[in-house]
Nanobody, 124 residues
Framework: QVQLVDTGGGLVQAGDSLRLSCTASGRAFSNYVMGWFRQAPGKDREFVVG????????GYADSVKGRFTISRDNAKKTVYLQMDSLKPEDTAVYYC?????????????????WGQGTQVTVSS
């Protein structure tokens, strides 16, 4: 399995941007589909975005389309989440995730490894 460390969260104002990073250790990072989930207080953990192992295919939740961008650098074993035009409803703990395929990455049960989470707070 791959071990994941999430960084980059913080407190920002509505309309600001943040970039999250997730760095992996272990073998075969480039074989994994990667993604980001988030969990707001009192709510279930939800899929935000995923990216294929080679980086050519991405999928976004409707709530973040046009505002968030996922990318990956397999040489650095890192996946990024660029978040622009942040809204208060984006406030959550964000978790990096690794999975075996692009279908499984969309559900929590399909995730093989999780990052520890990083808090994103957007004030109005």
């Amino acid at each position: 399995q791959v071990q994941l460390v999430d960084t980059g969260g913080g407190l920002v104002q509505a309309g600001d941007s943040l970039r999250l990073s997730c760095t992996a250790s272990g073998r075969a990072f480039s074989n994994y589909v990667m993604g980001w989930f988030r969990q707001a207080p009192g709510k279930d953990r939800e899929f935000v975005v995923g990216i294929s192992s080679g980086g050519s295919i991405t999928g976004y939740a409707d709530s973040v389309k046009g505002r968030f961008t996922i990318s990956r650098d397999n040489a650095k074993k890192t996946v990024y989440l660029q978040m622009d035009s942040l809204k208060p409803e984006d406030t959550a703990v964000y978790y990096c995730a690794a999975s075996s395929n692009t279908v499984r990455i969309r559900t929590t049960r399909g995730v093989d490894s999780w990052g520890q989470g990083t808090q994103v707070t957007v004030s109005s």
